[in-house]
């Protein structure tokens, strides 16, 4: 029987916003030099936006800032507001976007994605080759040693994929590798094996969750004490320190690290989840780079000296997902109304700020097999229409409505967004009862199935289509598949588009899942984003990342 490949990737649920600005100027502000990143134009003025023309569209200002500002808040410190608190040190037990980005300093994988180029570099990893169809033969680095002192080998890296395979969250990750034959040839060579053909393995290898951890450290230690403190195990540029529940999590620089080290000796989260917080923090100097700040607030910090913003293409969507497993919300005539029963055009241009642009499905533009809705098959995704909503839930059983709860976390866009579905709901008898719950305790929630309707957004974070697999077939739990998706037409595509070495074939496959994602309506897209960093005007070498994950450790001084 064929091998099934569930696949898996860090859930950054994050209302962000996509496309900023493109251009067909080459290279990037960091390929281009420092002069590109910190000097600009001659004579730019304050607030202009610069395009870098990579593939990410990126752009930001190049602002001067005034002649005392320091160059960081704290000083030989970067203090980076967070938007949330992480559930974990450990990402393989634990993970959302804020653990994501906080793992990124202090752990590494084997590869990552050049977000400028879209091409797969190095990093533990000094290079590989396809031995066959389903193996893959790394070389590594033998100079890079784990915060705990002991030297990485291929005895750790395999150690990533054996432990992945076990733990809950990341198994159907990590499923896919035949662990029985994947080997190691020496200290600093190792095969990996996966069970079948598998088309977009560098993008899942350069996923933040592959990471490659002490083995000693690990087991040395609990999984309950790993949550917060990894015990030595990273080897990345920055070593833990400590974490203030509710307040910060602190790192030092790595003097021992195998690649460039960081310019700042210290490194410091502050958790500030309000948005206006956050970015007041940010405005007023008190941190040096804020993730998310107020959409509204952009242009006017844009306009301040002290401030830089930068912008990305992004992999995210936003959108209001049915447990389609519940009633009445496994009708598909419900599900049709209450999409209809939303002015969708109002909504992202309130909700979003003008930010980003509506969106028509799950998958992105990036994604091999995306094409835009049809206005006469995809109706319901695209027409306003609370007559037609009305008629469909009287036809479904329910003509003077129900009551549905919905839950979201403490976002203040999702705030406003279950704020306007309560009224568009509301005109059509639909009752909505809403709760919002920090962000850790939302993904627990709904991990149980107990859920109805929840507003979230998926960050895959690479653009094959197969990050989507543990989001849609039949396999997945409700902590992947928060929809309920059981749909045995999906699961056969997606299981084909996993394995085939045809391209064409697996875009076609790929659009007709998302066909059948619009027609079933398991959910309600909304909104393709772009990220949007703030960063202190005299720091440079900042790099702009569609999911949110910019690499922290090699920002510097103008």
Same mark, same amino acid.
């Given at each position: 029987?064929?091998?099934?490949?569930?696949?898996?990737?860090?859930?950054?649920?994050?209302?962000?916003?996509?496309?900023?600005?493109?251009?067909?100027?080459?290279?990037?502000?960091?390929?281009?030099?420092?002069?590109?990143?910190?000097?600009?134009?001659?004579?730019?003025?304050?607030?202009?936006?610069?395009?870098?023309?990579?593939?990410?569209?990126?752009?930001?200002?190049?602002?001067?800032?005034?002649?005392?500002?320091?160059?960081?808040?704290?000083?030989?410190?970067?203090?980076?507001?967070?938007?949330? =608190? &992480?559930?974990?040190?450990?990402?393989?037990?634990? #993970? $959302?976007? @804020?653990?994501?980005?906080? /793992? +990124?300093?202090?752990? *590494?994988?084997?590869?990552?994605?050049?977000?400028?180029?879209?091409?797969?570099?190095?990093?533990?990893?000094?290079?590989?080759?396809?031995?066959?169809?389903?193996?893959?033969?790394?070389?590594?680095?033998?100079?890079?040693?784990?915060?705990?002192?002991?030297?990485?080998?291929?005895?750790?890296?395999?150690?990533?994929?054996?432990?992945?395979?076990?733990?809950?969250?990341?198994?159907?990750?990590?499923?896919?590798?035949?662990?029985?034959?994947?080997?190691?040839?020496?200290?600093?060579?190792?095969?990996?094996?996966?069970? =079948? &053909?598998?088309?977009?393995?560098?993008?899942?290898? #350069? $996923?933040? @969750?592959?990471?490659?951890? /002490? +083995?000693?450290?690990? *087991?040395?230690?609990?999984?309950?004490?790993?949550?917060?403190?990894?015990?030595?195990?990273?080897?990345?540029?920055?070593?833990?320190?400590?974490?203030?529940?509710?307040?910060?999590?602190?790192?030092?620089?790595?003097?021992?690290?195998?690649?460039?080290?960081?310019?700042?000796?210290?490194?410091?989260?502050?958790?500030?989840?309000?948005?206006?917080?956050?970015?007041?923090?940010?405005?007023?100097?008190?941190?040096?780079?804020?993730?998310?700040?107020?959409?509204?607030?952009?242009?006017?910090?844009?306009?301040?000296?002290?401030?830089?913003?930068?912008?990305?293409?992004?992999?995210?969507?936003?959108?209001?997902?049915?447990?389609?497993?519940?009633?009445?919300?496994?009708?598909?005539?419900?599900?049709?109304?209450?999409?209809?029963?939303?002015?969708?055009?109002?909504?992202?241009?309130?909700?979003?700020?003008?930010?980003?642009?509506?969106?028509?499905?799950?998958?992105?533009?990036?994604?091999?097999?995306?094409?835009?809705?049809?206005?006469?098959?995809?109706?319901?995704?695209?027409?306003?229409?609370?007559?037609?909503?009305?008629?469909?839930?009287?036809?479904?059983?329910?003509?003077?409505?129900?009551?549905?709860?919905?839950?979201?976390?403490?976002?203040?866009?999702?705030?406003?967004?279950?704020?306007?579905?309560?009224?568009?709901?509301?005109?059509?008898?639909?009752?909505?009862?809403?709760?919002?719950?920090?962000?850790?305790?939302?993904?627990?929630?709904?991990?149980?199935?107990?859920?109805?309707?929840?507003?979230?957004?998926?960050?895959?974070?690479?653009?094959?289509?197969?990050?989507?697999?543990?989001?849609?077939?039949?396999?997945?739990?409700?902590?992947?598949?928060?929809?309920?998706?059981?749909?045995?037409?999906?699961?056969?595509?997606?299981?084909?588009?996993?394995?085939?070495?045809?391209?064409?074939?697996?875009?076609?496959?790929?659009?007709?899942?998302?066909?059948?994602?619009?027609?079933?309506?398991?959910?309600?897209?909304?909104?393709?984003?772009?990220?949007?960093?703030?960063?202190?005007?005299?720091?440079?070498?900042?790099?702009?990342?569609?999911?949110?994950?910019?690499?922290?450790?090699?920002?510097?001084?103008?």
């Amino acid at each position: 029987m064929k091998r099934k490949l569930a696949l898996v990737m860090a859930m950054l649920m994050v209302l962000g916003t996509l496309p900023a600005c493109s251009s067909n100027s080459g290279g990037s502000p960091s390929e281009k030099g420092e002069n590109a990143v910190s000097g600009g134009s001659a004579g730019t003025e304050v607030g202009a936006v610069i395009e870098t023309g990579d593939k990410i569209n990126s752009t930001y200002t190049n602002n001067t800032p005034d002649a005392n500002l320091p160059v960081t808040a704290v000083e030989d410190t970067l203090t980076i507001a967070l938007a949330s =608190e &992480p559930p974990s040190l450990d990402i393989f037990q634990l #993970s $959302d976007s @804020a653990a994501t980005l906080v /793992s +990124k300093v202090h752990c *590494e994988g084997l590869l990552r994605r050049n977000d400028a180029t879209m091409e797969y570099e190095g990093v533990l990893a000094k290079s590989w080759e396809n031995v066959d169809d389903t193996t893959i033969r790394f070389h590594l680095r033998d100079d890079v040693y784990f915060h705990n002192g002991e030297k990485m080998t291929a005895e750790d890296v395999l150690y990533m994929y054996q432990r992945g395979n076990e733990l809950p969250l990341q198994s159907s990750f990590y499923n896919m590798y035949d662990l029985e034959k994947c080997k190691i040839i020496d200290d600093y060579t190792l095969d990996i094996v996966t069970f =079948e &053909p598998f088309p977009p393995m560098e993008d899942f290898m #350069s $996923d933040p @969750a592959d990471c490659v951890l /002490s +083995k000693k450290a690990i *087991e040395s230690s609990t999984p309950e004490a790993l949550v917060r403190d990894l015990n030595g195990a990273g080897t990345g540029p920055y070593k833990f320190v400590e974490w203030i529940a509710g307040d910060r999590i602190v790192f030092e620089r790595n003097e021992n690290y195998w690649g460039e080290k960081p310019e700042f000796k210290n490194l410091v989260f502050r958790i500030i989840t309000d948005s206006t917080a956050r970015t007041l923090a940010f405005e007023a100097g008190d941190v040096d780079i804020c993730m998310q700040p107020l959409t509204t607030s952009v242009d006017s910090l844009r306009r301040n000296p002290n401030c830089d913003i930068w912008t990305c293409d992004t992999f995210t969507t936003a959108n209001i997902v049915f447990n389609c497993t519940v009633a009445p919300l496994d009708n598909k005539q419900v599900r049709q109304a209450l999409a209809y029963a939303l002015d969708l055009d109002t909504i992202v241009d309130t909700v979003f700020s003008g930010t980003g642009r509506k969106h028509d499905s799950f998958f992105t533009p990036q994604n091999e097999g995306y094409h835009p809705a049809d206005p006469e098959t995809d109706k319901a995704l695209l027409e306003y229409n609370p007559e037609k909503a009305k008629e469909l839930l009287a036809e479904a059983g329910y003509p003077d409505g129900f009551t549905i709860k919905l839950w979201t976390n403490e976002n203040q866009n999702r705030i406003d967004l279950a704020e306007i579905l309560q009224n568009n709901w509301g005109a059509i008898g639909v009752k909505v009862d809403v709760s919002i719950m920090e962000f850790a305790t939302l993904m627990a929630e709904y991990s149980k199935g107990i859920h109805e309707v929840v507003i979230c957004a998926f960050a895959p974070t690479g653009k094959d289509g197969q990050f989507y697999y543990p989001y849609m077939h039949s396999t997945g739990p409700f902590r992947r598949n928060y929809a309920g998706i059981r749909n045995p037409e999906i699961d056969k595509l997606m299981e084909n588009a996993q394995s085939s070495l045809d391209k064409e074939e697996r875009a076609a496959d790929y659009a007709k899942v998302i066909d059948i994602l619009r027609e079933e309506v398991y959910m309600i897209p909304l909104h393709n984003s772009e990220n949007i960093f703030g960063v202190r005007s005299t720091l440079t070498n900042f790099e702009p990342n569609p999911v949110s994950l910019p690499r922290l450790a090699i920002v510097k001084s103008k």
